[in-house]
């Protein structure tokens, strides 16, 4: 399951996103090899094709494709140096697919700040450089244990070690291991470090219904946060977590009414979501019957037989081929049986490459 650390400074909302996210949380019996503690929540991915395929197949069970959101704790400068909660903080982002980097992006004299100054583009160098420096102290160590076999002429070793010293130079100039332009059989070479600056980041502002906005204030501090984010070639959303948590107590069918007098256009969880598929080049597929209509998650551009191993591997081991529709083509045709008879359904093999929103019926051998 996909597994996505939200970060941040302390005081910027980071708990009361979480609270609004676990909101949304799936039953814990759909995957039951996830360990659950306070700080950890599966949220079922929002999409309303999953809904109108369920009622099409008149199925008695949904499962929607699930994120699991880790809310780790706030982050402080000298977090590398264990500062804080440090050391804790950076082991628990290692174990995560992607980062979302929680901003503040609003003032509010009523809510303190932790460097008393409200300036995005300042936290964001915060956070990155201390995932920096406990990547560069990584970097090290691994090099470090590498000397012995090096001298004894180990090509791996030397190998390795060229990777990772591309690695320290980025390091020593502040950029992430992204950036360190390592060649795809390097970035093999490295993986099991588990480098935090490898890891896709989604930067989440924070605005406030009601408040002093950045993004509609004179000074220049929205535009520097712009800028930066792009020179990280990074990606960035707008949310506001105050009223997204509370719209917990609000029945789904007033939900749009809440956010329009609050002046909320946006389903900022829902933004948040998409914007994390996006930044993991991850698409969605379904499949329906009577028993259940569920969604799975995989990489964009997976072939037919890897996405059938999202279900069972023996999709991919015994595969023969799979019956495809588009959502929107078996919709309109109002069933399977319609579906091909429009020859909108079709037989595709090995080499098909799912597009998102297909319903796939896989058969194997």
């Known amino acids: 399951m996909l597994k996505i650390g939200i970060v941040g400074l302390p005081n910027v909302g980071k708990s009361t996103l979480f609270n609004a996210l676990t909101k949304m949380s799936v039953p814990c019996e ?8 306070p700080s950890i929540g599966i949220v079922g991915v929002p999409d309303d094709r999953l809904q109108k395929l369920t009622e099409l197949s008149k199925s008695k069970k949904t499962i929607p494709a699930a994120i699991e959101f880790v809310d780790i704790a706030g982050l402080v400068k000298g977090a590398a140096e264990g500062e804080g ?7 628990n982002i290692r174990e995560t697919d992607a980062i979302v980097e929680l901003i503040r992006f609003f003032d509010d004299p009523n809510i303190t700040h932790v460097d008393a100054v ?3 583009r300042k936290d964001i160098e915060i956070i990155n450089i201390e995932l920096v420096l406990a990547d560069a102290e990584q970097v090290k160590k ?3 244990k590498l000397v012995g076999d090096m001298k004894s002429g180990d090509k791996k070793a030397v ?3 060229a990777a990772l010293a591309k690695l320290e130079q980025a390091f020593s100039q502040g950029k992430f291991a992204l950036h360190a332009g390592l060649a795809n059989e390097e970035k093999k070479m490295v993986t099991y470090l588990n480098l935090l600056t490898m890891k896709p980041i989604l930067y989440a502002l924070n605005k406030k219904s009601g408040g002093h906005n950045l993004d509609e204030l004179a000074d220049d501090r929205a535009e520097r946060t712009y800028e930066l984010i792009k020179e990280l070639d990074g990606r960035y959303i707008f949310l506001d977590a105050a ?3 509370g719209l917990n107590d609000v029945a789904d069918d007033d939900r749009a009414d809440f956010r329009a007098e609050l002046g909320v256009s946006e389903d900022g969880l829902a933004g948040l979501i998409r914007g994390a598929y996006e930044i993991l080049g991850l698409i969605s597929f379904f499949t329906t019957g009577t028993d259940e209509t569920r969604a799975w998650t995989i990489k964009k551009g997976s072939t037919a037989p890897v996405a059938g191993a999202a279900i069972h591997n023996d999709f991919l081991t015994k595969f023969i081929r799979v019956e495809v529709v588009s959502t929107n083509d078996l919709l309109a045709a109002g ?3 319609a579906a091909r008879e429009s020859a909108k359904l079709r037989t595709e093999g090995k080499d098909y490459m799912v597009k998102d929103g297909d319903v796939i019926v896989f058969l194997h051998g």
């Open 30 to 37: 759909n995957y039951p090899f996830c360990t659950i503690d």
């Open 85 to 91: 909660l440090g050391n804790q903080f950076l082991a």
């Open 118 to 120: 409200v300036e995005p």
């Open 142 to 144: 691994r090099r470090d």
């Open 335 to 337: 069933s399977w049986a």
């Open 243 to 245: 009223t997204e948590r």
């Open 159 to 161: 190998a390795e070690d």
